[in-house]
C-alpha cells in the first residue's frame, strides 16, 4: 500500500511538473498549427525510426552474436578483430560513426541507401554492446553444467547448441528489451545522415515554420511513446524471469 501511495504521489509531482511548463509555455504564444500541414512527413518519419531501430535491432542481435563468438575462438586474429572494434565503438560517439558511415563507408560500399547506412551503422554500435550481453549470460551458466555437457561428451558446438543457449535466450531478454530502448534513442543522431527519420522531419519543419519549441515537444512525445511501453516491459520481463541487471 505505502508503494503504491509513493507512486501515485511521484506520479502526481510529474503531472504538476509538466502542467507548470505547459502554462508558461502558453503564455510564450506556443502555435502547433504550423506542424498541422506536415503531418504527414512527421508520422512516416515516426514509422521510419520505428522500422530502422527494428531492423538495426535484428541485425545487431547477430553482430553481436558474431562478435561473441570471434572472442571466444581459439583463432587470435578473430580474437582480436573483434576486441578491437568493441574498443572503437566503445571509444567513439555514434554521432562520428554515423557520419563517417554516412560519408565514407557507405560510399566505399556503394550503399546509396540512407535508411539502410543507417541501419548498418547502428547495428554494429548496438552490436558490440549485444556481444557483452552475451558474455555475461554465458558466464552466468554455472561451472557444473558445462562439466556434466563435457561428461556426457558433448562437443563445444553441442553444448552451446543444447545446454548453454536456451539459456542464454532466456537470460538475454530484458537487456535486449533495453537495447531497443536504446536503439530507438539512438537513432535520432541519424539525422546528420539526413535519414528522413523523425527528428530530421522535425528538423525540417522547424527550418520551415521557425518555430522551435513546438518542434521538440513533438519529438519528446514522439519517444516517449515508444520507449515507455519498453522500459515497462524491460521491468515485467525482469520480475517474471527473476532477472537482475
Known amino acids: 500500500m505505502k508503494k503504491k501511495l509513493s507512486f501515485a504521489a511521484a506520479i502526481l509531482i510529474y503531472i504538476m511538473f509538466y502542467i507548470f511548463i505547459a502554462m508558461s509555455a502558453l503564455e510564450k504564444n506556443i502555435d502547433f498549427s504550423a506542424y498541422q500541414s506536415y503531418y504527414r512527413v512527421i508520422l512516416n518519419g ?23 563468438l570471434m572472442r571466444e575462438s581459439k583463432f587470435a586474429v578473430l580474437y582480436y578483430i573483434s576486441e578491437i572494434h568493441k574498443t572503437i565503438i566503445f571509444g567513439t560517439p555514434l554521432v562520428v560513426i554515423a557520419i563517417i558511415a554516412y560519408y565514407y563507408i557507405g560510399d566505399a560500399f556503394n550503399v546509396d541507401s ?61 537487456p535486449l528489451a533495453g537495447q531497443f530502448t536504446m536503439t530507438i534513442k539512438s537513432s535520432a543522431l541519424l539525422a546528420y ?21 513546438e518542434g521538440f515537444i513533438i519529438v519528446t512525445i514522439g519517444y516517449l511513446i515508444l520507449t515507455i511501453p519498453l522500459i515497462m516491459l524491460v521491468r515485467m520481463l525482469e520480475k517474471k524471469l527473476n532477472y537482475k541487471v
Not at 150 to 170: A, C, E, H, L, S
Not at 199 to 210: D, M, P
Open 46 to 68: 515516426w514509422f521510419t525510426t520505428i522500422a530502422i531501430s527494428l531492423v538495426a535491432l535484428v541485425m545487431a542481435i547477430f553482430v553481436g552474436l558474431i562478435l561473441y
Open 114 to 174: 540512407k535508411f539502410w547506412v543507417g541501419a548498418i551503422t547502428l547495428a554494429l554500435y548496438i552490436g558490440a554492446y549485444i556481444a557483452d550481453i552475451y558474455k555475461g549470460a554465458v558466464e552466468a551458466i554455472h561451472i557444473n553444467q558445462w562439466q556434466t555437457a563435457k561428461m556426457f561428451g558433448f562437443t563445444r558446438y553441442q553444448t552451446y547448441r543444447y545446454v548453454v543457449f536456451p539459456q542464454v535466450i532466456t537470460g538475454i531478454l530484458p
Open 193 to 213: 545522415m539526413a535519414t528522413d527519420e523523425f527528428l530530421n522531419t522535425i528538423k525540417t519543419v522547424q527550418s520551415v515554420s521557425f518555430r522551435y519549441p
